[in-house]
């Protein structure tokens, strides 16, 4: 495995899944993507915070992506996880409060 297969986490055992992330200025697309299968987020950079991650809402997600039920959490777990790896090392992520559809990344305290 070379250098940039780790960095990017690419490299040894091949993942099912990836997350491409589409900047455009402070914000943009993030995809989850397993196989031909892609489930759409959105991110935004700045305030008193690192950023946003906007996840699709848990009241539509077993209707929008049947193929992914009953592992929301996993997603974005993953989605949020392989983000801040990416683009925000040394930060960590919460839900906002009373929310399950805003991630917040913020400075590890």
């Not at 305030?47 to 906007?54: D, K, L």
Request: glycine share 14%.
């Amino acid at each position: 495995m070379g250098l940039l297969d780790w960095l990017t986490g690419r490299g040894g055992r091949r993942r099912e899944w990836d997350i491409r992330v589409e900047k455009r200025g402070r914000g943009g697309p993030i995809f989850y993507l397993e196989g031909e299968r892609r489930i759409p987020f959105d991110f935004e950079l700045g305030g008193t915070v690192g950023g946003f991650i906007y996840a699709p809402a848990a009241a539509t997600w077993d209707a929008e992506y049947p193929w992914a039920i009953g592992r929301r959490s996993e997603i974005l777990d993953r989605v949020a996880q392989e983000f801040i790896r990416r683009e925000f090392r040394g930060y960590v992520y919460e839900f906002e409060r009373g929310r399950d559809d805003i991630i917040v990344v913020r400075r590890d305290a």
